[in-house]
């Protein structure tokens, strides 16, 4: 049984537009969630992080939405760059239980120029 | 560039091969895992050391064997692995296993593995 789940397998944005990625999230001791976004041939990177006392992080051109009664969170990214393409992965873990991520299927987002 | 290094990239080896994989951090973390890749599927997670302890080991098969030696490396140990175990292994590090504030785990670009 998927935790977390990406039900967007590929988004295609044109340059400058948003971009939204979204993920959905089935258990509910999940207090502390992650973006990561990955090229080909490389490891996950680090994006931006949420803990569940809050419903928005912004960090330049990415902020996370949690909606938590919804068990949902979103990454909006704008304006979208070309160099934005990758394979997008949301992650999530419970606090004080071992740091472990529980990760999404992955979207992958296309940049248009 | 990544601050957890993985070597090799790239790895062949035959079913009755042992190898090694390698990753190193200097970023003084204190946490260390191992997570497996297969192809258009998200990481998984395989074993996780905290202070140079084998904190967890999510039921990974014996035919590999995690090592840290020190609090910057972590080796993951192959021997006799099926044509299945072909996968991308990530190694990522974090500053603890039990922040009072999780931190985000930082990986490697992972080495490459095919099982002929």
């Known amino acids: 049984d998927q935790q977390v789940k990406q039900n967007s397998p590929s988004l295609s944005v044109q340059e400058g537009r948003i971009s939204i990625l979204n993920c959905d999230y089935t258990?509910?001791?999940?207090?502390?969630f992650l973006w990561y976004k990955k090229y080909p041939a490389e490891g996950p990177t680090f994006l931006i992080s949420?803990?569940?006392?809050?419903d928005k992080n912004e960090d330049g051109r990415f902020t996370v939405f949690l909606n938590k009664s919804a068990k949902h969170l979103s990454l909006h990214i704008v304006p979208s760059q070309p160099g934005d393409s990758a394979v997008y992965f949301c992650?999530?873990?419970?606090?004080?239980?071992?740091?472990?991520?529980?990760f999404g299927g992955g979207t992958r987002l296309m940049v248009k120029p | 560039d990544t601050e957890v290094t993985q070597t090799p990239k790239h790895l062949v080896m035959g079913m009755t091969n042992k190898k090694s994989l390698k990753c190193e951090q200097h970023?003084?973390?204190?946490?260390m895992y191992w997570y497996k890749q297969k192809a258009k599927k998200p990481p998984e997670l395989m074993f996780v050391?905290?202070?140079?302890?084998?904190?967890i080991n999510e039921s990974v098969p014996s035919r590999f064997s995690p090592e840290c030696p020190n609090s910057s490396l972590l080796n993951l140990h192959l021997h006799a692995l099926q044509p299945e175990d072909s996968a991308l292994y990530l190694c990522?590090?974090?500053?603890?296993?039990?922040?009072?504030?999780?931190?985000?785990?930082?990986f490697g670009n992972g080495t490459r593995l095919t099982v002929t």
């Open positions: 050391y905290s202070y140079e302890k084998l904190s």
């Open positions: 990522a590090s974090s500053q603890g296993q039990r922040d009072r504030y999780n931190s985000p785990l930082h």
């Open positions: 970023m003084g973390h204190r946490a």
């Open positions: 949420i803990s569940s006392i809050k």
């Open positions: 258990n509910s001791m999940f207090d502390y």
């Open positions: 992650a999530a873990s419970v606090r004080n239980a071992g740091n472990m991520l529980t």
